[in-house]
């Protein structure tokens, strides 16, 4: 049942691409539309809070897995309702459907394991080759019938996404690093499992951008014409806002703070940029989508000061890092653990780089610190 899941977003396995500061925010709306919507994303997101950590300890059991070496999708209509998965849509190999949601989910999902695995030799989320399953159309009941789910999320075994509500937010499959963003946190549960809360939850939501956002840039490269650039973008979710001059996405991890400004729907990001201005309160599970922005920053920082391409070398780098950083790890213990293996695998010109990216955003990279 997507009612049981969906109330569970923003915990650890679980996880929703849009926070619940922002629909806090929507919560006040003028707009009856946009208001209704996100008092029933609230009410489902709190229900369960007393759980969610019970859940993180055990990801392994909510997997589905597939023996073999490639691809296995399947992607499912939810028909609108809180059922999941719903009906078979599209099934590995199956051709082209007439619903482009249908189509996103299925080729984004692969763009993702193909990423994952050409890359990192990777096979699939929990790399035993488990089924990537998604469900489209997803509904949720508010007292009144069945209305678009207005988010996406990762509930531990599969995909599931929203149409929207059209005056925010797109059908959520529009976006390829949205879906790869979920997909990380798949990824996360068989690797580091980084506690939902406080500093370690923001590198949680950091891990999550940083491959969500590589997936699309290496798909676009791979699908340009040759001698083609396609431009670098660092935004998260900027297919799925609905246009607006206040809003151009749901984050912008080289400019943390101004994916969205002055916007009367959904307030200003309030993303950090330098530790001095982290958030400190205890909202957002501590500020797990709110001080990401720091970490973000700093890998932009970094890739942009290598001369190749953001998913080879700092790309890698992180990579290795998300495999073995502990669950409970905070920003210097993954400038640490970066910077060392940027020198230990790439030389003392990538560690100077990757050190240098952390402390411009405030995170010195202390000597001789074991990790949490």
């Known amino acids: 049942m997507l009612g049981d899941s969906q109330q569970q977003c923003g915990r650890q396995p679980l996880a929703c691409i849009i926070p619940p500061f922002l629909l806090e925010r929507m919560a006040e709306s003028g707009d009856a539309v946009v208001r209704r919507r996100a008092v029933v994303d609230l009410a489902q997101a709190t229900a369960v809070y007393a759980v969610r950590d019970l859940v993180r300890s055990m990801p392994t059991f909510l997997a589905t897995p597939s023996p073999g070496c490639c691809r296995d999708r399947l992607v499912y209509d939810a028909r609108g309702r809180d059922e999941l998965p719903g009906r078979l849509a599209r099934r590995e190999g199956d051709r082209r459907s007439r619903d482009p949601a249908v189509n996103e989910a299925y080729d984004y999902s692969g763009a993702t394991y193909d990423f994952f695995h050409e890359l990192f030799g990777r096979n699939s989320l929990d790399d035993a080759g488990m089924s990537l399953i998604s469900s489209v159309h997803a509904g949720e009941a508010d007292g009144e019938g069945y209305q678009p789910m207005n988010n996406a999320f990762w509930n531990g075994s599969q995909m599931a996404y929203g149409d929207g509500d059209g005056v925010v937010f797109e059908r959520f499959t529009r976006s390829l690093d949205v879906v790869a963003h979920e997909l990380t946190h798949g990824v996360q549960s068989f690797t580091s499992n980084l506690v939902y809360r406080g500093e370690s939850g923001a590198l949680n939501e950091h891990f999550a951008d940083v491959f969500g956002v590589l997936v699309r840039q290496w798909h676009q490269a791979a699908a340009a014409t040759k001698g083609e650039q396609p431009p670098r973008s660092w935004l998260v979710g900027a297919e799925l806002v609905v246009p607006a001059d206040t809003r151009r996405a749901v984050r912008d991890m080289q400019h943390p703070g101004t994916a ?113």
């Open 260 to 372: 969205y400004v002055d916007d009367p729907l959904l307030g200003t990001d309030p993303q950090p940029a330098h530790m001095k201005d982290r958030y400190r309160g205890s909202a957002d599970r501590g500020g797990v989508h709110i001080n990401s922005g720091i970490a973000n920053r700093a890998f932009v920082l970094a890739a942009e000061a290598l001369d190749d391409e953001p998913w080879e070398t700092a790309g890698r780098i992180w990579y290795d890092a998300m495999l073995e950083i502990p669950s409970r790890a905070g920003f210097e213990d993954a400038a640490r653990i970066t910077v060392r293996i940027a020198r230990d695998e790439h030389g003392a010109a990538v560690a100077k780089a990757v050190r240098a990216a952390w402390k411009a955003v405030g995170v010195t990279v202390p000597a001789g610190r074991k990790p949490r």
